[in-house]
């Protein structure tokens, strides 16, 4: 009966590890989707020939440096 009851607490321990690796999981792709979404409408505004006022940045530090030849 001991190693039965090993093997379930065993088995219920990496049930609860996947449901957490797994809510990382999503909480990451979450994330990345309102990084995303929020990049991807701050292009449009900058696009809309109506909102004028929202010109974004003449450069940006990804841009100002070149790479050493």
Same mark, same amino acid.
């Given at each position: 009966?001991?190693?039965? $009851?090993?093997?379930?607490?065993?088995?219920?321990?990496? *049930?609860?590890?996947? /449901?957490?690796? &797994?809510? =990382? %999981? $999503?909480?990451?792709?979450?994330?990345?989707?309102?990084? *995303?979404?929020?990049? /991807?409408?701050? &292009?449009? =505004? %900058?696009?809309?020939?109506?909102?004028?006022?929202?010109?974004?940045?003449?450069?940006? /530090?990804?841009? &100002?440096?070149?790479?050493?030849?």
């Amino acid at each position: 009966m001991y190693p039965l $009851e090993l093997h379930k607490m065993y088995a219920t321990e990496l *049930r609860r590890r996947a /449901d957490r690796e &797994r809510l =990382a %999981r $999503e909480v990451l792709r979450a994330r990345r989707a309102a990084r *995303r979404v929020a990049r /991807d409408s701050g &292009r449009a =505004a %900058r696009r809309d020939p109506a909102n004028k006022g929202a010109e974004g940045p003449a450069s940006t /530090d990804r841009n &100002r440096f070149v790479h050493a030849a």
